[in-house]
């Protein structure tokens, strides 16, 4: 894809769609209409469209094997995205070389995949990094999984990548809990203030 737009201008073939969530990856987009549909446009290459082709579409498409799942969610990672639906079942599709698509494989998938891994778990939230994502479930428990080049999974190992799902044991909280990311971290309820208080703190004794 060629060119670009330096001013922000409508995206009609969305203008009669209630989108909800608008999600960006290196250079594709996903959205999600408030009716539960799935839209996807920019790079393909990956499959990170998630229509069963590796083409570049410059106009958003539905993608029609996520159509009646009731999709809640939706987010993007550099070249891969995922969609949560309102049952928790967690879809996944594009780049995966580092087994960000938690399918416990390396190959990547052009079309929404369910990750099994985490059926049954409750899923309640997701978010995506470059090449990891994270999961939430309603019962408090956390989920990291794809790479893990500079310890961003969380779970104290080394390794290079995970293929699937596993569990972030070292933060089974008693509170509220989200993920956000780039920058993986989980918070819970009241610490992220109570933290950032903390350090402002300490950058004061430090200048004194």
Known sequence: ???????????????????????????????????????????????????????????????????????????????????LTGSDNLYAFGSNDKG????????GRFRPTLVK?????????????????LARTRTGHMYSWGGNQSGQLGLGTKTDAVLAPTEVTSILETGRVRVCLPHSESVREGERVGGERERERERRRGTH
């Open 1 to 83: 894809m060629e060119g670009g737009v330096r001013v922000p201008r409508p995206v009609k073939a969305l203008s009669a769609v209630a989108v909800q969530t608008i999600a960006c990856g290196t250079r594709h987009c996903i959205a999600l209409a408030r009716d539960g549909r799935v839209f996807t446009w920019g790079e393909g290459a990956e499959g990170q469209l998630g229509d069963g082709q590796f083409v570049a579409r410059h106009t958003p498409q539905c993608v029609s094997d996520l159509r009646g799942k009731g999709v809640v969610a939706v987010c993007a990672g550099a070249a891969f995205s995922l969609a």
């Open 100 to 107: 960000q698509l938690g399918l416990g494989d390396t190959q």
């Open 117 to 133: 891994f985490l059926c049954g778990k409750q899923v309640c939230q997701v978010a995506a990094g470059d090449f990891h994502a």
